[in-house]
């Protein structure tokens, strides 16, 4: 079982790994490009797209758990018509962001209020990028069925060659062709086309048996696409409940003044490393406990969520010993001495990040590979209203503390529902479909 996780947590930790690398290069070639609003545009840019695509990864997280049951049935047809079905919903959201690009840029702009100079060259940056969609939402599909598949290595190799070929054609744009500014959207945009051309080159070179498999009629028909979409549903509501939560973070954080602006950025960093390895131990999940429960066998769900507990309290365990000392981590990510000092204060709320998100990460594994989304969905409905609920509740005076406090809550809130409906549904449930033989 452990070498079943880590064949597919290790290569989604290291797909991980690269996305702030790509981050770093594409500032550092806007930071040599002369004015400091490039720096500010890039950041921007990258936060408009995160808005718009946070609530599609649907696409990737529903289409592996549903993946995942069927390899574990040995239903080649079904596996087929998931790939069909996420690819062509993929498809429509991307053409519905193309149509809708220009209010969609105006509401991500309002949201961000960015200085003249900086929303300029943004608009600039957004208009181009904005045409990598489609690629971009058909990629979330195909790495979440190939996940599903348990073959974590090619997706690991499809978020790998976008990112190389992201930072390689943006070079080339920027200096070869002296494009300037407008070449980090270029070679972002083209990327996404070229990697889609890979990733449709894997499918073709590893999964040739599916052009046998296709149905447009059944992958489209009504009674087949109703637990597809489903599925997605829940976790596209999920992912706005979220969102939302992420939005007033960054809001009250800029509303504190600059210095705790950063400070909460920073922290965020050493969340989001953190968030890199648990999410290869949830991805496992998603794959492995998919496969077991499709076929039928509870002994091994159950063998697999507490092994993936384990190597999650493992990791939360390593980080909280390096969290809870975290100057030098601070001093990695930033040369400014204010903002360090600043940050020493809340060491307190960095030692908790690991404790209080781990469970919430290693549950939504398990329960996308159970497709018990409707439980995700509650879980954060719950954390949402008590992170508000904490924060008007807390006393003005604590100032930072209050909003770090109410985040801590709200991702301690998810683990504890998520461990309370498996425990007292769940468990009963993969029993019983186990007893009849498998998934139905």
Request: aromatic share 14%; charged share 10%; glycine share 10%.
């Amino acid at each position: 079982m452990n070498r079943e996780i880590f064949k597919i947590a290790l290569p989604a930790i290291v797909a991980n790994i690269t996305i702030p690398l790509l981050g770093l290069l594409d500032t550092a070639i806007a930071g040599h490009l002369g004015a400091a609003a490039y720096l500010g545009a890039i950041s921007v840019g990258a936060m408009m797209f995160n808005l718009i695509y946070w609530n599609f990864g649907f696409l990737r997280m529903g289409t592996s758990g549903i993946t995942a049951q069927a390899y574990g049935k040995g239903d080649r047809a079904g596996q087929a018509r998931i790939l069909q079905q996420a690819t062509l919903l993929g498809l429509v959201i991307s053409f519905g962001i193309l149509l809708l690009q220009v209010p969609l840029q105006q509401l991500t702009l309002w949201l961000i209020g960015p200085s003249d100079e900086v929303r300029r060259l943004a608009k600039q940056y957004y208009y181009i990028c904005i045409w990598g969609a489609p690629p971009l939402m058909m990629m979330m599909s195909i790495k979440g069925w190939l996940l599903g598949m348990q073959d974590s290595y090619h997706a690991m190799a499809v978020s790998i060659v976008v990112n190389v070929l992201n930072i390689v054609l943006s070079l080339i744009a920027v200096y070869g062709l002296h494009m300037g500014f407008v070449g980090i959207a270029v070679g972002t945009a083209a990327s996404g086309w070229v990697g889609l051309l890979y990733s449709l080159w894997v499918l073709g070179r590893h999964y040739g048996w599916l052009k046998g498999h296709f149905s447009w009629h059944e992958a489209t028909s009504r009674k087949d696409a109703r637990r597809f979409f489903n599925v997605n549903g829940d976790i596209f509501v999920r992912s706005a409940l979220m969102m939302v939560v992420m939005l007033f973070f960054i809001a009250i954080g800029a509303r504190s003044g600059d210095l705790l602006l950063a400070v909460n950025a920073l922290i965020m960093q050493m969340f989001t490393l953190y968030s890199y390895f648990l999410d290869g131990i949830a991805f496992a999940g998603e794959a492995i406990v998919g496969k077991y429960y499709g076929s039928g066998n509870s002994d091994r769900v159950s063998l697999a969520v507490r092994r993936l507990f384990a190597w999650g309290i493992l990791f939360t365990a390593m980080f909280t010993v390096a969290y809870a000392f975290p100057h030098g981590i601070f001093a990695l990510l930033t040369s400014n001495t204010g903002v360090i000092n600043a940050a020493m204060d809340y060491r307190l709320w960095c030692a908790l990040i690991p404790i209080a998100g781990m469970a919430a990460f290693v549950w939504d594994g398990i329960y996308i590979g159970l497709t018990r989304t409707r439980g995700m969905l509650l879980a954060v409905f719950v954390a949402f209203a008590l992170f508000f609920v904490v924060f008007c509740l807390s006393p003005a005076a604590w100032g930072n503390n209050r909003l770090w406090l109410a985040y801590i809550i709200f991702l301690f809130t998810r683990g504890v529902v998520q461990s309370a409906i498996y425990r007292l549904r769940i468990c009963k449930d993969v029993r019983r479909i186990a007893s009849r033989g498998g998934q139905q």
